[in-house]
């Protein structure tokens, strides 16, 4: 069992800007009251308007970028009512934030490849991700495969592109790269041996994706690590709504299921059913 | 010049704020209250419920969102008693206020068992008992809806410590006067009015409950004001200190319970729209009574009923 993150906080933070982003998602961009260090990519946190308003239970969002040391970035599809309130809020107003949160990716050597695997703002944890390794000089042994129905859902897929790392998108009505579906075109990469089976294998977004390639990567015995989202009380580790099953045979199989907020987010894939 | 405007005491138990976490919404170890709460601000921490036997709770899901609230059905997870005698309860022996534990259990036998563990735990300065969640045996309500079976588990909890008992009922009944005084006959210190009221949210494309134990219970503002009628009938029918619990999320709300006739009010749900809730409810708190120029205890039982009579039923 996993304890609160030991930075965990409550901040009201301002909202400095808030810019549009694919048909019906938003980039929040929050300023913080000093700078922090850069976090571990597949941390999250819990954001609601500070006003009220809104749903009472906050969401939980990975962050999506921190583009100075004072600012934190979150990318938000409208969904729904909490979602549609947080995206409703305007620069200058407040959004309290329960941050940062939860225990992020597993650091893996810069010789070590990696393969990420987002469908649609699946791909909010990845632009951390991916510049990480570009900072250790990884970039290029670092793969992204970018997911979505149509090409204006791959959300800023400029900013992915320029991190430097191979971005392979793909789209199911074939307007941009690979037509099909996320895991078709990692399907014939693997295959071709155009991206390398042991690497590290990171993956996040819709439920349906995350099902299908927890299935994939154990067909294939691939190294994983999962991204997961469930409802959420707290974020905190207080409330116990978040369980995730827990596989019997792995190490967590002491108890049927782990706290996907403080155990998670991100869970390597042997450790749990799913 | 502030000190002392929150200070209470649910009986024997002295309080440096009136404001406590509610069973289930702060966990059963004390990292994140240390985390997020002061010890001006929380009077004290009441732990999550724990069971004879360890409990693997509800499948999920397991919480899903009402208007101005939310249905929850955990399933009292918990490792057990044993588990939390050993690993948990000596991370509270230096906690800076005082821990409540709540003994929840399936047979009265049980509720003694962790009864009569609790009483031995120096970590613990009284007891919750857990007469009322709705997300046991289905349901089922089996020790809360019955003034007898109240009474019975009360008493029995009651022999097996001498540390102050609080019983904690159920909104689930038509009349909770009968309740109130059953707890109070059989020799609980206070009361905790009350715990979530049973309810059920479909998802009608699955032609399912949404939740996936079926029902659920209802916390958060949306059941406020039936949990103030609570309080203040309870107030009405017994002599008992009241712990207020439904809905609180602003100092308003807790002022209104203290009128009502608590002594003390638990924050629950409002600690997940923000953790450190409890200190800005507390700070609120401050501002309102110097502006108001009262402390807490002037404050407690203070209700005016209209026509100066007891409480009116308003219903029809």
Sequence with gaps: MAALPADARVLDLPVTARRRSGPDAWILELGLPEAWPRLRPGRFAMLAPADGRGPFIPRPFSI????????????????????????????????????????????QPPERPVVLVAGGVGSAPFLLYLEERA?????ERTWFFYGARSADRLYDRERFEAVGSPVRCSTEDGSLGFAGRVLDDLAGALDRGEVPEEARFAACGPEGLLHAFAA????????????????????????????????????????????????????PLRAIRF | MSSGLLTSAVGSLELRSP???????????????LRFLGPEDLGA???????????????????????????????????????????????????????????????????????????????????????????????????STSPEAVGEVVAACRAATDKPLWAK??????????LARAAEEAGADALTVCNTLLGLV???????????????GLSGPAIR???????????????????????????????????????????????????????????????????????????????????GGAAGGGEG
Excluded at chain 1, 82 to 94: D, F, I, Q, S, Y
Excluded at chain 1, 216 to 225: P, S, T, Y
Excluded at chain 2, 206 to 214: D, I, V
């Design chain 2, 225 to 307: 004001p039936v949990a103030l009628r609570l309080v203040w009938e309870c107030r009405q029918a017994v002599g008992l200190p009241i712990v207020a619990s439904g809905g609180v999320s602003s100092a308003e709300d807790v002022l209104q319970f203290l009128v009502a006739g608590a002594s003390a009010v638990q924050v629950g749900s409002y600690c997940f729209r923000r953790p450190d809730g409890i200190r800005r409810i507390a700070g609120d708190l401050r501002r309102l009574l110097a502006e108001e120029g009262c402390r807490v205890r002037e404050l407690v039982g203070s209700l005016r009923w209209p026509g």
């Design chain 2, 19 to 33: 404001l406590l976490t509610g069973s289930g919404t702060f966990g059963h170890d004390p990292a994140a209250a």
């Design chain 1, 64 to 107: 999506y970028s921190q583009p100075a040391p004072d600012r934190l970035d979150f990318l938000i599809q409208v969904l729904g009512p909490g979602t549609r309130a947080l995206a409703a809020l305007r620069e200058g107003e407040t959004c309290t934030a329960t941050v940062p949160l939860g225990n992020g990716f597993e650091v």
């Design chain 2, 202 to 216: 479909v998802d009608w494309r699955r032609r399912r409950p949404a939740l996936g134990q079926g029902m659920g």
């Design chain 1, 216 to 267: 994939f990567a154990r067909e294939r015995g691939l190294d994983a690590e999962l991204s997961l989202e469930t409802y959420m009380g707290c974020g905190v580790g207080v409330c116990n709504a978040c369980p995730t099953p827990t596989d019997p045979e792995g190490p967590w199989g002491d108890w049927p299921w782990v706290k996907t907020c403080v155990d998670g987010p991100v869970m």
């Design chain 1, 135 to 139: 900072a250790a000089g990884a970039a």
């Design chain 2, 45 to 143: 921490h009441v732990l999550k419920t724990v069971t004879p036997r360890p409990r693997t709770g509800n499948p999920p899901p397991r919480l899903v969102e009402t208007p101005a609230g939310l249905l929850n059905s955990i399933g009292l997870e918990n490792r057990g008693l044993a588990w939390f005698l050993e690993e948990v309860a000596p991370q509270h022996r230096e906690a800076p206020w005082p821990v409540v534990g709540n003994a929840g259990g399936e047979s009265v036998e049980e509720f003694v068992e962790v009864v009569a563990a609790f009483g031995a735990e120096p970590a613990l300065a009284a007891i919750e008992i857990n007469l009322s969640c709705p997300n046991v045996q289905g349901g089922a309500l089996p020790f």
């Design chain 2, 169 to 178: 009922l159920s909104p689930n009944v038509t009349r909770i006067a009968p």
